[in-house]
C-alpha cells in the first residue's frame, strides 16, 4: 500500500483550504452584489417603511397596526369607565366598539344584554369584590359610572384615539370617532381639522366625507357644502372595487339617507325620491325605505 508523505498531505489540506477559501469569497461577491441589486429594489417600493416620516412607521413596522388597535379598545374601555369585558368573559356584546357605534363611524353587530357579560356573581367573594371596581354598564356621555360627569368627561378618550391615529394613520373610523366626539364637545374647528387630517391620509374616503357633510349640515348649518361633500363622497363610493361590501353598504346607506333628508327639507320631492330608490337598493332595511318614499309620494300629491 502506498502512503503518502507528509508534504503531500499538507499540500491536499492546503489545496481543500484554498477551495473553501474560494467557495467562501464566492458567496460574499454573490451576497454583496444580490444586496446592492435589491437595495434599489426596496427603496422604490411603495410599501419601503424608509419613505416615511413617520418613526413609529419606521420602527414598528405593520405591528404598529395591532397596537393601534388595542389602543382603540383601550379608549373604548375608558368610555365604559372601565367596564369592559375581559378575553374571559362574553364579548358578543362588544363586537362593535360601542364609540364608533354611537358616533355611527361602524354598523353595529353587537348582540346580547350588553350589561350581563359579567354573568351572575359565582359566589358571596365573587359578588363582593364587585364592589371593588367598576361592574355596572355606563358611558361618559351618559354621566359615566357615578351619573354625575358631563360630557367633557370624553375627553379622557381623546389621547387613547391620537395613539391610534399615529400608529396607524389608514384606519378611517378612528378619525370619525374623534371627530364625533370632539364635536359632541362642542369642538367644531377641532373636529373639522380632525376628519381633514383623515382625509390627507385617505384621500377621498367616502366614510371621512360622509362625516364632514355631516359637520357642515349640523354644527356649521352649512347645507350647500353638506350636499357638495356628501355628492363627492358618494362618487368616490361608487368608483369603489369593492363597494358592494358591507361596511361600504353601510356608508353609502349613510350618504344616500343624508342627501334624500336634504332634499326632502328643501321640498326637492322628486329628488329626494331618486335617492331614496338607490338607498333602497344598499339598504338592509329596504321596508323602511319604502315607506319614506310612499310618505314622500303622499305629500306630493296634488
Request: aromatic letters at 10%; a negative charge.
Amino acid at each position: 500500500m502506498m502512503t503518502m508523505s507528509t508534504a503531500q498531505t499538507n499540500a491536499i489540506r492546503e489545496t481543500r483550504s484554498f477551495r473553501s477559501a474560494l467557495r467562501l469569497l464566492l458567496l460574499l461577491v454573490c451576497g454583496f452584489c444580490l444586496a446592492i441589486d435589491l437595495s434599489g429594489w426596496f427603496q422604490s417600493w411603495p410599501g419601503n417603511r424608509t419613505q416615511s416620516t413617520n418613526p413609529l412607521a419606521v420602527t414598528m413596522g405593520d405591528a404598529r397596526r395591532l397596537f393601534a388597535n388595542q389602543f382603540f379598545v383601550k379608549a373604548d374601555a375608558y368610555f365604559h369607565s372601565g367596564m369592559y369585558p375581559t378575553i374571559y368573559d362574553n364579548r358578543q356584546s362588544f363586537t362593535t366598539p360601542h364609540i364608533a357605534e354611537d358616533s355611527g363611524a361602524m354598523k353595529g353587530k353587537n348582540t346580547g344584554d350588553e350589561t350581563a357579560f359579567l354573568g351572575p356573581p359565582r359566589n358571596w367573594i365573587d359578588a363582593f369584590g364587585r364592589q371593588f371596581y367598576p361592574s355596572v354598564h355606563t358611558h361618559l356621555s351618559d354621566g359615566g359610572a357615578d351619573g354625575q360627569e358631563g360630557e367633557g368627561t370624553v375627553r379622557e378618550i381623546l389621547p387613547w384615539l391620537a395613539l391610534s391615529t399615529e400608529l396607524d394613520p389608514k384606519r378611517v373610523e378612528v378619525y370619525t370617532v374623534t371627530a364625533y366626539w370632539l364635536r359632541r364637545m362642542n369642538k367644531i374647528d377641532e373636529s373639522e381639522q380632525e376628519l381633514r387630517e383623515g382625509l390627507k391620509e385617505n384621500p377621498g374616503d367616502p366614510q371621512l366625507l360622509f362625516d364632514l357633510g355631516r359637520l357642515f349640515s349640523e354644527a356649521r348649518r352649512n347645507p350647500g357644502n353638506a350636499r357638495n361633500v356628501w355628492e363627492a363622497g358618494l362618487r368616490n363610493w361608487e368608483s369603489l372595487p369593492d363597494k358592494e361590501s358591507d361596511k361600504n353598504r353601510f356608508v353609502a346607506e349613510e350618504i344616500f339617507g343624508a342627501l334624500a333628508h336634504l332634499e326632502e327639507t328643501a321640498h326637492n320631492t322628486n329628488q329626494a325620491t331618486a335617492l331614496l330608490e338607490r338607498l333602497k337598493a344598499v339598504s338592509t332595511t329596504p321596508q323602511s325605505v319604502q315607506g319614506w318614499i310612499e310618505r314622500l309620494k303622499g305629500q306630493n300629491i296634488p
